[in-house]
């Protein structure tokens, strides 16, 4: 079976409606940040401070390429991920892409008390998130099935997904 690729903006769901999906459908679950900080031996807080954003971009991209040659997996994706066209390409290739979304309210709410982002790490995020999200949005609309995860719990977001697969 080809992969599932979950994109969308950070705090839109992806990594616990995709370990729910994994289990639902009884895939393998990968998260690409996680593969990414495997792979440099680093967090994605250090990698972005000490080597910086273009540097992460690159990996990321490698990394990617590398999870695209698996099948029947789950990987959620870094918010950025998809600016690239590249590695939209990718994940078209090689699996189904579905984009989650939320509004800025939402994500503000479900990320502020993360320190896992540095590109949130502002004196404004809102403002951040409301200007990073207008930006990305072309990007995320171009994916196979779209799901809106502001008003559902990570199980509906799931069942939603599923029944947008079938
Ligand atoms: C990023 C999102 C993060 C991570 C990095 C950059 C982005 O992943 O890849 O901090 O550009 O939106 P999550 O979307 O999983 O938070």
Do not use: W
Not at 97 to 123: D, F, G, M, Y
């Amino acid at each position: 079976m080809k992969n599932i690729y979950l994109l969308g903006f950070m705090g839109s769901g992806k990594t616990s409606v995709g370990k729910r999906l994994a289990e639902k459908k009884n895939m393998t679950f990968i998260d690409l940040d996680e593969k990414i900080e495997e792979s440099e031996g680093m967090s994605i807080a250090e990698i972005f401070a000490g080597k910086g954003e273009e540097y992460f971009r690159d990996v990321e991209k490698k990394v990617l390429k590398e999870l695209s040659a698996m099948d029947s997996c789950i990987v959620a994706t870094g918010g950025g991920a998809v600016m690239d066209p590249e590695n939209l390409q990718t994940m078209k290739n090689s699996g189904v892409t579905v984009s989650l979304l939320a509004s800025p309210e939402i994500v503000h709410e479900r990320v502020k008390n993360s320190n896992l982002r540095p590109l949130l790490n502002v004196e404004n995020p809102i403002d951040e998130i409301k200007k990073l999200m207008f930006e990305r949005a072309a990007f995320y609309i171009k994916s196979d099935i779209i799901v809106d995860t502001s008003d559902l719990s990570v199980d509906e977001a799931a069942d939603e997904i599923i029944g947008e697969l079938n």
